[in-house]
Protein backbone atom coordinates (compact mmCIF):
# COMPACT_ATOMS: atom_id res chain seq x y z
CA UNK A 1 0.00 0.00 0.00
CA UNK A 2 1.13 3.49 -1.20
CA UNK A 3 1.06 6.45 1.21
CA UNK A 4 -0.13 9.49 -0.78
CA UNK A 5 0.10 12.96 0.53
CA UNK A 6 -1.15 15.92 -1.54
CA UNK A 7 0.10 19.38 -1.72
CA UNK A 8 -0.41 22.87 -3.02
CA UNK A 9 -3.75 24.22 -2.28
CA UNK A 10 -4.55 27.32 -1.27
CA UNK A 11 -6.84 30.24 -1.71
CA UNK A 12 -6.57 31.72 -5.36
CA UNK A 13 -8.62 34.71 -7.19
CA UNK A 14 -10.39 33.91 -10.13
CA UNK A 15 -9.01 33.44 -12.82
CA UNK A 16 -5.41 32.44 -11.18
CA UNK A 17 -3.43 29.34 -11.07
CA UNK A 18 -1.72 26.50 -8.74
CA UNK A 19 -0.42 23.61 -9.10
CA UNK A 20 -0.94 20.29 -6.65
CA UNK A 21 1.63 17.96 -6.33
CA UNK A 22 0.97 14.26 -4.88
CA UNK A 23 3.91 12.75 -3.52
CA UNK A 24 4.05 8.82 -2.91
CA UNK A 25 5.77 7.23 -0.29
CA UNK A 26 6.45 2.89 1.00
CA UNK A 27 6.64 2.30 -2.90
CA UNK A 28 6.60 3.17 -6.27
CA UNK A 29 3.55 4.63 -8.53
CA UNK A 30 5.27 3.71 -11.60
CA UNK A 31 3.57 0.68 -12.38
CA UNK A 32 -0.22 2.08 -11.45
CA UNK A 33 -2.42 4.76 -12.86
CA UNK A 34 -2.43 8.21 -11.33
CA UNK A 35 -5.26 10.12 -11.33
CA UNK A 36 -7.14 13.48 -9.15
CA UNK A 37 -10.58 13.49 -8.45
CA UNK A 38 -12.08 16.05 -6.45
CA UNK A 39 -15.34 16.73 -3.92
CA UNK A 40 -17.07 19.88 -4.73
CA UNK A 41 -20.21 21.81 -4.04
CA UNK A 42 -21.51 19.91 -6.77
CA UNK A 43 -20.44 16.85 -6.37
CA UNK A 44 -19.13 14.23 -3.86
CA UNK A 45 -16.50 12.53 -6.01
CA UNK A 46 -16.00 14.45 -9.73
CA UNK A 47 -13.41 13.11 -12.26
CA UNK A 48 -10.66 15.60 -13.11
CA UNK A 49 -7.88 14.08 -15.31
CA UNK A 50 -5.68 10.67 -14.85
CA UNK A 51 -2.63 9.54 -16.81
CA UNK A 52 -1.37 6.45 -17.59
CA UNK A 53 1.97 4.34 -16.53
CA UNK A 54 4.60 6.19 -18.44
CA UNK A 55 2.68 9.43 -19.19
CA UNK A 56 1.77 9.30 -22.49
CA UNK A 57 -2.09 9.15 -22.38
CA UNK A 58 -4.07 11.58 -20.56
CA UNK A 59 -7.59 12.24 -20.18
CA UNK A 60 -9.57 14.74 -18.18
CA UNK A 61 -13.06 15.71 -17.17
CA UNK A 62 -15.07 18.00 -19.50
CA UNK A 63 -15.29 20.68 -17.00
CA UNK A 64 -11.71 21.12 -16.52
CA UNK A 65 -10.27 19.79 -20.30
CA UNK A 66 -8.29 22.36 -21.54
CA UNK A 67 -7.62 24.36 -18.01
CA UNK A 68 -6.00 21.63 -16.23
CA UNK A 69 -2.96 19.47 -16.90
CA UNK A 70 -1.93 16.52 -15.52
CA UNK A 71 1.88 15.04 -15.51
CA UNK A 72 4.14 12.52 -13.14
CA UNK A 73 7.47 12.17 -12.44
CA UNK A 74 7.79 8.49 -11.66
CA UNK A 75 12.13 9.13 -10.55
CA UNK A 76 10.17 11.67 -7.78
CA UNK A 77 7.13 9.21 -7.45
CA UNK A 78 5.50 12.17 -7.89
CA UNK A 79 2.00 13.14 -9.78
CA UNK A 80 1.38 16.70 -10.58
CA UNK A 81 -2.23 18.85 -11.46
CA UNK A 82 -1.27 22.22 -13.30
CA UNK A 83 -4.66 24.20 -13.15
CA UNK A 84 -5.28 27.58 -14.52
CA UNK A 85 -7.95 30.12 -14.89
CA UNK A 86 -9.84 28.91 -12.11
CA UNK A 87 -13.05 29.63 -10.98
CA UNK A 88 -15.46 29.57 -8.14
CA UNK A 89 -16.82 26.05 -9.51
CA UNK A 90 -13.22 24.61 -8.94
CA UNK A 91 -13.09 24.96 -4.95
CA UNK A 92 -13.47 21.59 -3.25
CA UNK A 93 -10.96 19.11 -2.27
CA UNK A 94 -8.53 17.39 -4.05
CA UNK A 95 -7.77 14.10 -4.42
CA UNK A 96 -4.56 12.21 -5.67
CA UNK A 97 -5.22 8.86 -6.46
CA UNK A 98 -2.42 6.13 -7.71
CA UNK A 99 -3.49 2.22 -8.50
CA UNK A 100 -6.22 1.16 -5.29
CA UNK A 101 -4.53 4.10 -2.74
CA UNK A 102 -6.17 7.70 -1.81
CA UNK A 103 -4.44 10.49 -0.15
CA UNK A 104 -6.39 12.76 2.25
CA UNK A 105 -6.59 15.39 -0.14
CA UNK A 106 -5.86 19.12 -0.47
CA UNK A 107 -8.16 22.29 -0.44
CA UNK A 108 -8.45 24.81 -3.08
CA UNK A 109 -10.54 27.80 -2.68
CA UNK A 110 -11.52 30.07 -5.77
CA UNK A 111 -12.20 33.43 -4.77
CA UNK A 112 -13.51 36.35 -6.56
CA UNK A 113 -11.69 38.28 -4.00
CA UNK A 114 -14.58 40.29 -2.90
CA UNK A 115 -15.61 40.51 0.90
CA UNK A 116 -18.95 39.56 2.81
CA UNK A 117 -19.21 43.17 2.96
CA UNK A 118 -20.57 45.03 6.35
CA UNK A 119 -23.32 47.33 7.05
CA UNK A 120 -22.61 51.01 6.99
CA UNK A 121 -25.22 53.47 8.87
CA UNK A 122 -24.60 57.55 8.21
CA UNK A 123 -26.50 60.07 10.34
CA UNK A 124 -26.51 63.16 10.69
Known amino acids: QVQLAESGGGLVQIGGSLILSCVAS????????AGWFRQTSYSDREFVAR????????DYGYSVKGRFRISRDNAKNTVYLQMSNLSPADTGNYYC?????????????????WGQGTPSTVSE
Open 26 to 33: GGTISNSL
Open 97 to 113: AVGNDRGQGTRVTVSSG
Open 51 to 58: IDQRGSFT
